[in-house]
């Protein structure tokens, strides 16, 4: 180890570091994330938040997120170096040390705009699917013209999320991602400003749902799968409404979704995210994603 490695070292976070963590390193990067989702991950994974610590002052300079997703795989987010920290191959730094102490599993994460190179330094590759991030400004008059022209269908149930259907919602979500992501699914659960659950009358079962936080007057969806896309066009407009002050809407989707960005005009911000991973990746489950989650770690 360099003398001027020793300046810094790697340790998971303490309990008493994440708010100052959220607001002085994750927040200032206006994601898709809050102080209560980065307090309810370190509760349920308790050894998967990092941060960079300088020695000399005890400063937390840089943090960085693991989290388990698919078998044999970590997402990894929040990636985020001290302003006055950066370029100092600290960033760099702190990602290698994830890889290497991940050396078993694969790493995924959502790049944002221009960090491609910053990664596939570090040895990570594109995969896909390629995020389109929506940014979309609400009509209202749109919004109620389109609800006019499609009807709630009578056999669909859209209700707020309570306690007692996690087993169901679990169930429903395991399916349509192909994998059980129940942990992460509670955290959503507990710090979601929304969250809508889809049922079908007649078969008497989940059939959708969707995850939203408001932050700073935006609404940005935070995982939605739907059986159809006349359900998921009906979750999408019930969360709308349910928000009527709100007038930016994000939502992180795949290119078939479009569909879903008809209740507004699409703002200049909107733009793609790639995938990036360690090595190789089974497909991802696309058939029943509207809104992509994926821990929520880009704008
Ligand atoms: C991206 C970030 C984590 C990089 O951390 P850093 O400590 O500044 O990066 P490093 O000094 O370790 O840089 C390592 C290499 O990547 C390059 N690099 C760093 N940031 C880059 C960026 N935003 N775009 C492209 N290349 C970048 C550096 O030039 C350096 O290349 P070199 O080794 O050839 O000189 C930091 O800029 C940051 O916190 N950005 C804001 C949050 C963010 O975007 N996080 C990534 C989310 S996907």
């Given at each position: 180890m360099s003398c001027e490695e020793d300046k810094f070292f790697m340790r998971l976070i303490s309990d008493k570091e994440t708010e100052d963590v959220f607001y002085s390193l994750?927040?200032?990067?206006?994601?898709?994330?809050?102080?209560s989702r980065i307090k309810a991950i370190h509760e349920v994974f308790p050894s998967n938040i990092f941060v960079m610590i300088k020695r000399e002052t005890e400063e937390v300079i840089a943090v960085v997120i693991a989290i388990p997703t698919h078998p044999g795989q970590f997402i990894v987010g929040d990636l985020v170096v001290r302003e006055d920290?950066?370029?100092?191959g600290l960033g760099a730094r702190m990602m290698q040390m994830v890889v290497e102490k991940h050396s078993h599993f694969t790493l995924t994460l959502i790049s944002m705009h221009g960090t491609e190179s910053f990664y596939r330094k570090l040895g990570l590759q594109e995969v896909g699917p390629t995020h389109c991030g929506y940014y979309l400004e609400v009509d209202r008059e749109m919004v109620k013209q389109i609800c006019s022209d499609n009807p709630l269908?009578?056999?669909?149930?859209?209700n707020l999320y309570t306690n007692g259907v996690f087993p169901?919602?679990?169930?429903?979500?395991?399916?349509?991602?192909?994998?059980?992501?129940?942990?992460?699914?509670?955290?959503?659960?507990?710090?979601?400003?929304?969250?809508?659950?889809?049922?079908?009358?007649?078969?008497?079962?989940?059939?959708?749902?969707?995850?939203?936080?408001?932050?700073a007057n935006i609404l940005r969806f935070d995982g939605m799968y739907a059986d159809s896309d006349t359900v998921a066009l009906h979750i999408f407009r019930e969360m709308i409404e349910a928000f009527p002050h709100i007038k930016e809407i994000r939502v992180q989707t795949i290119k078939p979704r479009e569909f879903l960005i008809q209740f507004g005009n699409l703002l200049p911000k909107t733009q793609t995210?790639?995938?990036?991973?360690t090595g190789p990746v089974p497909d991802v489950c696309l058939s029943k994603l509207y809104a992509v989650n994926d821990c929520g770690y880009t704008e």
């Open positions: 994750i927040n200032k990067e206006h994601w898709n994330q809050s102080l920290h950066r370029k100092q269908d009578n056999d669909i149930s859209i169901a919602l679990n169930k429903y979500d395991t399916n349509a991602r192909g994998y059980d992501c129940g942990k992460y699914l509670s955290v959503m659960t507990k710090t979601s400003s929304h969250f809508l659950v889809a049922s079908s009358r007649t078969l008497e079962k989940m059939i959708g749902y969707a995850s939203c936080i408001e932050t995210f790639t995938r990036m991973a």
